[in-house]
C-alpha cells in the first residue's frame, strides 16, 4: 500500500480523499491556490503546498508545480479527483513517467475515451449499442448531408472533442443542415482546436442513466449498478438517484454488462462510468465514458454499502476485485447544494458563509468542505455540499431528503437548496416520471 498521496484537486472531494487516506493509514498530501488557503483539505491533511494563484490555470491545472509538490513531499501516488485534471491523459502519463502512480486509468485509456467518436467505436466494436449515425468523423458538408439523410431527422451534431453538452447542435429540418453544419465545426475548432464532428439520430427527451464500473490490473471488471442523473439543467446535474425509477432488473443487468464489456475492452483501470442514454422505449445507447470518479459517486457506495474511494486507492496498490455480483438495496439521492441563486436563473452566489447548520440523522450524509465563516471563492465550480440520503424506498428517500433540507441553513450566499425543497414536493419527481427535460419542461424552466 502507499504510505503517501498527493490531491490534486480542492473542495469536498479532496477532503473526502483525505478522509480515506488517514482511515488507511497514508499519509495526505494537499495542493491549494492562494484562494484556498482557508479551505479545509489544507487543514485536514498532513502537509499542504501552495502551487500558485487563483486562476486554476496556474494552479490546480499547473501540471509542473503539481510533479513538484508531489517530488518535494514524497508522494507515491497522486489522486487527481474530479474536474481539473482528471481526464488529463498527457497528466497521466507525466505522473508514471515521474515515478508516481496516477490513481486512475491509464493514459491510453483516457485517450480512447477522451476522443468522442473513437469512444463510440470503441465502444461499438465491443458490442455496446451506439446511437446510429455516422462513422466517426464526417469529412465534409455533402458528406454529411448524405448522412443525415440517411439517419432521417432529427439529427445531432457533436464535437468529437466536446462531450458533456459542449458543442452539440439539433437540427430538426434538413433546410437548416448546412448551416448549423458549419456553426458546429466553426464553434467546436474555437472551443476544442478541433473542428471535427460527427452525426447522430437525436433522441428525444432521453433518461441520463449511468453504470459505475471498476476495473483492475489483472483484467477484472465489474459494475456497482446504475446511477439516474437525468435531473439536469444546462448539462449541470442537480439531482441522482440510484436505483433508476425508470429501469427494471433486467435491463440493469443487461446495462451492466455492456458497460463491463466496454471497459474490458480499453484494459480499463479504477473506476469509470459508462454514460448511457435511454430513450422512452426503454432502448439504451452508450453515449461517454468518463475516466474519473464522479461527484455523484456517494449514491452508489450508499446501496452497495462500497466505498469507492478505497477501493481506487487500493486498486492503484495492486489489489483484486472481488468479482462476486455486488447487489444494491435501498434507495439513494443526491442534491447538489450550489452557491447559486435559484431565483435568478442560477447565477454563481459567491462570498462568506455566515452561518452554517448541517442536516443528520440516520441514513442522511453531507460531504462538504465548508463550515460557518468560509468565503466561497469565485474562482471554481460553485459546488458547496452535497446532501446524500438513504432509505429503504425511494419514498422514504425523498421524504428523508425533504425534512433534511428543512435543516440544512447556510446563510450568508444564495444556494440551491430552495430549488431542491421544491423539486421534492414536485408530483412528476415523486412518481419517478421524468427525463432530462424535466427542467425545461416544468415550472423550474425560468427563461
Ligand atoms: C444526445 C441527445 C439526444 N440524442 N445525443 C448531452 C450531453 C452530451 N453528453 C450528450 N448529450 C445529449 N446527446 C443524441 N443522439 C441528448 C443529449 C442531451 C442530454 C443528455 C444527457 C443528459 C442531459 C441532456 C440534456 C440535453 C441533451
Not at 484556498?36 to 496556474?58: M, N, T, W, Y
Not at 459567491?350 to 442536516?359: A, M, Q, V, Y
Not at 431528503?401 to 430552495?418: K, N
Amino acid at each position: 500500500m502507499f504510505k503517501k498521496i498527493l490531491i490534486a484537486n480542492r473542495g469536498e472531494i479532496a477532503l473526502r480523499v483525505i478522509r480515506v487516506c488517514r482511515e488507511l493509514g497514508i499519509k495526505s498530501v494537499a495542493v491549494y491556490s492562494e484562494a484556498d488557503r482557508d479551505s479545509l483539505h489544507v487543514k485536514f491533511a498532513d502537509e499542504a503546498v501552495c502551487i500558485g494563484p487563483p486562476l486554476s490555470k496556474q494552479s490546480y491545472l499547473n501540471i509542473p508545480r503539481i510533479i513538484a509538490a508531489a517530488e518535494i513531499t514524497g508522494a507515491e501516488a497522486i489522486h487527481p479527483g474530479y474536474g481539473f485534471l482528471a481526464e488529463n491523459a498527457s497528466f497521466a502519463e507525466i505522473c508514471t513517467s515521474s515515478g508516481m502512480k496516477f490513481i486512475g486509468p491509464s493514459a491510453e485509456a483516457i485517450s480512447s475515451m477522451g476522443n468522442k467518436a473513437l469512444a463510440k467505436e470503441t465502444m461499438k466494436n465491443a458490442g455496446v449499442p451506439v446511437i446510429p449515425g455516422s462513422d466517426g468523423i464526417v469529412k465534409d458538408l455533402t458528406d454529411a448531408i448524405d448522412i443525415a439523410r440517411g439517419i432521417g431527422f432529427p439529427v445531432i451534431i457533436k464535437a468529437v472533442a466536446g462531450g458533456g453538452g459542449k458543442g452539440m447542435r439539433i437540427v430538426r429540418d434538413e433546410n437548416d443542415f448546412e448551416k448549423n453544419f458549419v456553426m458546429a465545426s466553426t464553434e467546436a475548432e474555437a472551443a476544442f482546436g478541433d473542428a471535427g464532428v460527427y452525426i447522430e439520430k437525436y433522441i428525444e427527451q432521453p433518461h441520463h442513466i449511468e453504470i459505475q464500473v471498476f476495473g483492475d490490473q489483472y483484467g477484472n471488471a465489474i459494475h456497482l449498478n446504475e446511477r439516474d442523473c437525468s435531473i439536469q439543467r444546462r448539462h449541470q446535474k442537480l439531482i441522482e438517484e440510484s436505483p433508476s425509477p425508470f429501469i427494471n432488473d433486467e435491463l440493469r443487468q443487461k446495462m451492466g454488462a455492456a458497460a463491463i464489456k466496454g471497459a474490458l475492452s480499453v484494459n480499463y483501470e479504477g473506476a469509470g462510468t459508462v454514460e448511457f442514454l435511454v430513450d422512452k422505449y426503454h432502448n439504451y445507447f452508450f453515449m461517454e465514458m468518463n475516466t474519473r470518479i464522479q461527484v455523484e459517486h456517494p449514491v452508489t457506495e450508499e446501496i452497495t454499502g462500497r466505498d469507492l474511494i478505497k477501493m481506487q486507492i487500493r486498486v492503484a496498490a495492486g489489489a483484486k476485485l472481488d468479482k462476486k455480483l455486488i447487489k444494491p438495496s435501498g434507495h439513494a439521492i443526491e442534491c447538489r447544494i450550489n452557491a447559486e441563486d435559484p431565483e435568478h436563473n442560477f447565477r454563481p452566489s459567491p462570498g462568506e458563509i455566515k452561518s452554517f447548520h448541517l442536516p443528520g440523522g440516520f441514513g442522511v450524509r453531507v460531504d462538504t468542505h465548508c463550515y460557518a465563516g468560509y468565503r466561497v471563492p469565485p474562482n471554481y465550480d460553485s459546488l458547496i455540499a452535497k446532501l446524500v440520503v438513504y432509505g429503504s424506498s425511494r419514498e422514504s428517500a425523498i421524504n428523508k431528503m425533504a425534512a433534511a433540507l428543512e435543516e440544512f441553513t447556510i446563510e450568508g450566499i444564495h444556494t440551491t437548496i430552495p430549488f431542491h425543497k421544491k423539486v421534492m414536493q414536485h408530483p412528476l419527481f415523486r412518481e419517478g416520471k421524468f427525463d432530462t427535460s424535466f427542467i425545461e419542461n416544468t415550472e423550474f424552466n425560468t427563461k
